[in-house]
């Protein structure tokens, strides 16, 4: 049986990742928590604002972030600017309530991959991390 899950899994061709969950609201990570263990991915870490962010990005070298964008001390947007200078790889999610155009464009500029706008269901996070996973 364990065997055929682990075919079924190359198979399906999954890809299962360290996510690195960065938000100031604890449901918020309660929630993230929750789709990707759902998902088989794996929560490496998570952080309450930017600072934190980029000492857990150093650290544990996640193959993806969720990022806040307000957030106490620093924005996601800044952390993301450190993160990507010193990893150009890095994938980054922004994930905010914030979704006025000029914010999303400054979280491309600043080097996130894709943005999820809050409130957000499972599969919208879920696709955008396949998606970035891919990438
Ligand atoms: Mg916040």
Known sequence: MVVLLTW???????????????????????KLN??????NHEVAGEAD???????????????LVTMDITMPEMSGLEATKVIRGEFPDARIIMCSAMGQH???????????????????DDCQVIEAINRALKS
């Open 102 to 120: 000029k914010i999303i464009v400054e979280a491309i500029e600043a080097g996130a991959k894709d943005f999820i706008l809050k409130p957000f």
């Open 8 to 30: 079924m899994v190359v198979l399906g061709g999954r890809l299962l990742a360290k996510i690195l969950i960065v938000d100031d609201t604890k449901l918020m990570r309660e």
């Open 49 to 63: 604002n930017g600072n934190k962010a980029i000492q857990l990005y150093r650290e544990l070298k996640p193959d």
């Open 34 to 39: 929750q789709i990707i263990n759902k998902n």
